[in-house]
């Protein structure tokens, strides 16, 4: 079982930076993809990055493409989600999952293939 924890949200004026972290306890992130999802008020969860465990390959919705950056540092047991040039259609709650086996790269995209998930931390973006 794996349990895991963001931390890092808060409020940011747009054109703001914040880096959000994901930190696994019980097992370790060795072998996991992990993924970021978030979700606004009155919208479904949506797909923000993914980073693969074999050759951390990342994969980004368009919608934060280039602004958006996942990594992960195995020594820490942390996935990090950076987040800069914030928009207020940025504003939700992100959460982190985990799994160690999908069918695919391009499977990490739905939040189906996540078997472990995150309590989620609020991110709001002010104008």
């Known amino acids: 079982q794996v349990q895991l924890v963001e931390s890092g949200g808060g409020l940011v004026q747009a054109g703001g930076s914040l880096r959000l972290s994901c930190t696994a306890s019980?097992?370790?992130?060795?072998?996991?993809?992990v993924g970021w999802f978030r979700q606004a008020p009155g919208k479904e969860r949506a797909f923000v990055g993914t980073i693969t465990w074999s050759n951390d390959s990342t994969y980004y919705a368009d919608s934060v493409k280039g602004r958006f950056t996942i990594a992960r540092d195995n020594a820490k047991n942390t996935v990090y989600l950076q987040m800069n040039s914030l928009k207020p259609e940025d504003t939700a709650v992100y959460y982190c999952?985990?799994?160690?086996?999908?069918?695919?790269?391009?499977?990490?995209?739905?939040?189906?293939?996540?078997?472990?998930w995150g309590q989620g931390t609020q991110v709001t973006v002010s104008t």
């Open positions: 999952a985990a799994t160690r086996y999908y069918s695919g790269d391009y499977s990490l995209r739905g939040s189906y293939t996540y078997d472990y």
């Open positions: 019980g097992r370790t992130f060795r072998g996991y993809a």
